[in-house]
């Protein structure tokens, strides 16, 4: 018997200004190279995902479809759908959320008139202060 793993936070909010698909695609995103969803692990049917999280079943389908697109995940034909086992295809995915994290912190830098060697150096002395 396959373990369960909860594809999305239970306080998983949903953000009505963006698409619904988009925000899971990005939440399981992070919990698959997180290995909070171990690679290998079965998820749940599409159906059970829309009845899980209360959306429309297209939504639960158009997920899955991004993800498969991603390398992220695999079905296979009557017997579900997997997360890759694939290092590779997980490092990139890591790889694509770290550049974009780097991209909004240098931007919060900047909105501020500093440069991001400034804001690590403040967090520095600020956790120090802690301390």
Sequence with gaps: M??????????????PSLPIYEQF???IQRRI?????PPGSRLPSVRDLAAGRGVNPTTAARTYQ??????????YRGQGTF??????????ARKV??????????????????????LLEFDKEDSNDIL
């Design 66 to 75: 991004e993800l498969e697109r991603m390398g992220l995940i695999v079905t």
């Design 83 to 92: 997360v890759t086992r694939e290092d590779a295809v997980i490092g990139e």
């Design 33 to 37: 190279i997180s290995g909070l969803i």
């Design 97 to 118: 959320i770290m550049r974009k994290a780097i991209k909004e912190f240098k931007a919060a830098a900047d909105t501020l008139g500093i440069t991001a060697e400034q």
């Design 25 to 27: 695609v990005e939440a």
């Design 2 to 15: 396959d373990q369960p793993y909860e594809l999305l936070p239970e306080q998983f909010q949903i953000n």
